[in-house]
């Protein structure tokens, strides 16, 4: 798989017509995108190796050039094959491990188990797969050949989750505790406690074990961005429904392990009977809340035990009573709508006194081995995090651009943040919002793949997409600043596999990634995830150095996919719907 020169065109010496055509075609190649500083609105390119007759089917071939010579790459793509592979998620779906478990009490079988060497094959298009239903329609239908799992219809059929007529899947707005719909849901919500105030005071949201996500997706009309997450295959796809709809989601699960999310980001977190035993391991899941749980900022539990009195519910609401008031939790509002379904609401702590205060030190306070943010394959922790010292943000839409309470306090760091605001303004505006290389009234879900302080998503609340920011595990951390500013991300090391199923990203972005990356982990895994979870489609924006994108384009070549590069510093790609023909293993 490594580099080496393009074939010599003397063995083509039978056929001088095509090779003369041949020859002039590469070189118009060359001077085309060879060329810098150009004001004229970029075009893609198809790779002319993709269709060359001497390249076998299931062998593609791409070639660049750096402005003095052509490289190419010769890789060998296979499909996914076996049970799941349409909607194959390395990390998750790692089946020899998790057969081998030891244990599967504490949603072992639901985290990240990665294989030993990144798999290379494709997942397949499932049959039928059509271009996803354009936002905002797609929040109340998609395509079911898109996301073809009609279990959860059958399974909820009563709760009005989800249901398909002819082609589409239909999301009426329901769920188990939304029996008026989630609109009047959540202005009961409001009702109860106005100070939530959605989409002004409360910006950032989680909502916990989300169904299908309306609960989230209906929030986006009150400017509340909401990051819906629950495991695979709790119930059948309902994160690919939720990422299908264009709604924020994500894969994970309330285990062993920290969520990846930093300390103090949400302002609100949502559990409606979201199957979640708070009280387990000496209530490590609710710590594992008051940890990411801005000072402040409120959990809402709808769940039977707060409003019916059997001897089951009776027994989890003394638990959870006595589990909150060790954590110095209040209760600001517990109530029954006129549905009868009833909930609770908590609130965190402003301030670390009130800790030291307590008759008792159980939970204990966390110590200095209890890392601040440090949530990449940590363990659940059964202490309680402190407050910091640091105000709640300015109501939205001002904190987007307003010095986040937790940037480090020095002139120096304040001044970058501004610098960095304008900068992604500037850029956005004049390089990515009006070049002619994407259609922005086609993109919806973005993922941001190094997303310093959130600059590249703060350029872009004004369209109607949402953008996932990635903060990479092995970079100064910056996701506090993130959430701080009304915006959402998680960890992660691109080394590994992204929890997320195959097609769900419209465009992905990155600047200056690739350099540190590619001495960490192996350039043709990164982008072999790359294509994994971009649609076809959809489009790749990347901001690197010429040694990093030349590395890149004849991979992404091979996979089909058209690329052109702007300013010797812009690499635009976007994939296709091809496939490789044969199938292998994807163990």
Known sequence: ?????????????????????????????????????????????????????????????GAVSDGATIVSVTLNWELCRGWGAVDYIPCLDNFKVIRALKTRRHMERRERHCPEQSPRCLPPLPKGYKVPVPWPKSKDMIWY?????????????????????????IFPGGGTQFKEGVNHYTDFIEKTLPVIEWGRHVRVVLDVGCGVASFGGYLLDRNVITMSFAPKDEHEAQIQFALERGIPATLSVIGTQRLTFPDNAYDLIHCARCRVHWDADGGKPLLELNRILRPGGFFIWSATPVYRDDDRDKRVWKSMVALTRSM????????????????????????????????????????????KNSSWYVPLSSCVTLPPRSSWPLPWPNRLTSKPPSLATNPEAEEMFYKDTIHWSALV???YANNAAINWSSVRNVMDMNAGYGGFAAALTDQLLWVMNVVPVHVPDTLSVIFDRGLIGIYHDWCESLNTYPRTYDLLHSSFLFENLSQR??????????DRILRPGGYLVVQDTMEMINKMRPILHSLHWSTAVHKDQFLFGKKGFWRPGRGSSKS
């Open 1 to 61: 798989m490594g580099i080496s020169s393009v074939p010599s065109f003397s063995k083509m010496r039978k056929l001088p017509c095509i090779f003369t055509l041949t020859l002039l075609l590469l070189c118009l190649t060359i001077l085309l995108f060879t060329k810098t500083n150009t004001s004229s609105p970029l075009l893609f390119y198809s790779d002319v190796q993709t269709s060359n007759p001497i390249t076998a089917p299931s062998l593609q071939t």
């Open 521 to 530: 982990c192996d350039m043709i895994d990164v982008v072999v995830e790359m």
């Open 145 to 169: 050949d898109n996301v073809p799992h009609p279990k959860l219809v059958e399974y909820k059929k009563d709760q009005n989750w989800v249901k398909k007529s002819d082609d589409y899947l």
């Open 429 to 431: 505006s004049d390089a």
């Open 328 to 371: 110095c939790w209040d209760v600001v509002a517990k109530t029954v709508d006129s549905t009868g379904i009833g909930l609770v609401i908590y609130r965190k702590p402003i301030s670390f006194v009130r800790y030291f205060k307590r008759k008792e030190n159980k939970p204990p306070i966390c110590g200095p081995k209890d890392k």
